[in-house]
């Protein structure tokens, strides 16, 4: 007997003959499950809403609802409950089919006591593991991560996209990314293909959609034949057909005409589409995750993307913020880029300077992480010592930071200037027996610049002089 004292497992079992739901259940209740019946599939989906199992097992050949019908509800509506067949031996195919769909295995008829119980047993140790993986993948997400997959970020946003990524990889859901050019989304994009691992050895295929023309964007995702237009010298297969059963990524999709919109709104609907030059209907299953650097709500209201479109590939939105709103990662990313670059180009730089890095940590970068890559690698390259300083960087975050400098600076000033005017004020005024008029006369300013002067410093309810308190007039 199995030893499930740990964790109850509930299991449902569903036969139109009585003696079979009868003989198992007793059975299963001797191993110490916990076991509810049901004589067909109609009764056994309303049970499931209020009865929580873990496993069902189902004949295949049942009145009103047969066995792969009510399996492919079970999957829909109750993805966390395993299934069981139970099949004839003439009926195996059916079985095998079953499995295909989602079952987990199946048994034949009649039912040997032993052959039920090292599936189950079989079954509740996959659970298991299963359950334990979730906790160990809660725990690493109630945790600070530095790296997620190619994703470099400590960042709060960060750690948020990282246990979203988690919660839709295991989907087929359409993905849309948001985020301005250099944030990152195709390191989002194969994190949520990666993260997935059903989708191992699955194919992940790229496409830019800005870099062609419609006519060429078009051949690339579809495929044409040959003849199909002017340079279509041999048939070629398309994006979507090389991505069958994976993922396509779809960067800058906003580039689209809203003739391939209406295409890829098909795609996404029915799976289905035609090579350009051809009538013949291909078939895919493919995940897409799309990305863009404008709002595309934006462009619904120019009348240059569908709101349909939109909407479909809007299922899961993912925003990735600007660098400028993540600069405690920039520490982190910076390391990240010289480990990199130095390895490229054969130098052992050992990393930024303190002054370089308050340089980098001050500086607003319009560019995002594409930008501070760039600064870093040219560092590198032009490094003449162990660590990157500020003379390696280029002069516009050279200039970036003077001016910032002469603010700061300049800040410094009118703060070092504020005690001694608000003394000299303060001496003006008790000079004249605190009348504003005449101590505007002594100071040199009119009188209205005098009492902006007096508010700024909390001098209006001060009213000393020499002789005590005196009336302000």
């Known amino acids: 007997m199995y030893n499930n004292s740990q ?16 003989s198992l259940s007793e059975f299963l209740t001797l191993e110490g499950y916990t076991v509810s019946s049901a004589s067909n599939g109609r009764e056994a989906l309303n049970m499931l809403k209020d009865y929580l199992a873990d496993i069902v097992i189902s004949d295949m050949k ?6 792969i019908h009510l399996l492919n509800e079970i ?14 031996y003439g009926s195996i195919e059916n079985a095998v089919e079953a499995i295909k769909q989602g079952a987990f295995d199946y048994i034949t008829k009649p039912i040997i006591d032993n052959e039920i119980r090292v599936v189950l047993e079989r079954l509740v140790q996959q659970k298991e593991l299963v359950d334990e993986n979730i906790k160990l993948k809660e725990q690493l997400s109630a945790a600070t991560r530095e790296r997620f997959y190619n994703i470099v970020g400590k960042d709060e946003k960060m750690q948020k996209i990282y246990t979203l990524i988690e919660a839709i990889c295991t989907t087929r859901s359409t993905v849309l990314i948001n985020g301005e050019s250099g944030t990152g989304k195709h390191l989002v994009a194969h994190a949520i293909h990666e993260c997935n691992e059903l989708e191992k050895g699955k194919p992940f295929v790229e496409v830019s ?43 800058e999709i906003d580039a689209c005409t809203p003739n391939l919109q209406v295409k890829l709104l098909r795609v996404l609907q029915e799976g289905e589409f035609e090579r350009v030059g051809e009538s013949n209907t291909q078939k895919v299953d493919v995940r897409v995750i799309a990305a863009t650097n404008q709002s595309l709500q934006d462009l619904i ?10 909407y479909r590939l809007n299922i899961i939105s993912i925003e990735l913020p600007h ?36 340089i980098l940590m001050s500086y607003n970068w319009p560019g995002n992480i594409r930008e501070l890559e760039n600064v870093i690698e040219r560092g590198v390259i032009l490094t003449q010592g162990p660590m990157i300083v500020p003379e390696d960087f280029p002069e516009s975050l050279m200039a970036h ?32 027996d605190w009348n504003r008029n005449e101590a505007a006369q002594v100071l040199g300013i009119n009188r209205t610049t005098l009492y902006k002067k007096m508010l700024r410093y909390g001098l ?12 302000v007039r």
Do not use: W, Y
């Not at 910076?334 to 890095?357: M, T, W, Y």
């Open 7 to 22: 964790k109850k497992v509930n299991i449902l079992v569903v036969d139109d003959e009585p003696l079979v739901r009868r």
């Open 62 to 67: 049942m009145p009103e609802l047969d066995g």
């Open 75 to 88: 999957k829909e509506k109750f993805p966390a409950t395993s299934v069981i067949m139970i099949t004839g």
């Open 209 to 251: 959609c800005g870099a062609l023309t419609e006519t060429l964007l078009e051949s690339e995702l579809f495929g044409h034949v040959k003849g199909a237009f002017t340079g279509a010298i041999k048939d070629k297969v398309g994006r979507f057909e090389l991505a069958d059963g994976g993922t396509i990524f779809l960067d």
């Open 301 to 310: 209201a120019r009348g240059t993307f569908r709101k349909d479109l939109f």
């Open 323 to 358: 660098l400028r709103d993540r600069k405690v990662d920039i520490p982190l990313l910076a390391k990240e880029f010289v480990i990199k670059h130095s390895k490229r180009v054969s130098k052992k730089i050992d990393g930024v300077s303190d002054k370089a890095l308050s």
């Open 401 to 432: 930071r003077s001016r910032g400098e002469l603010k700061e600076e300049n800040h410094k000033l009118k703060e070092a200037l504020k005690d001694p005017e608000k003394d000299l004020i303060t001496r003006a005024l008790d000079s004249v």
């Open 460 to 471: 209006l309810k001060q009213k000393r002089g020499t002789a005590g308190i005196k009336n």
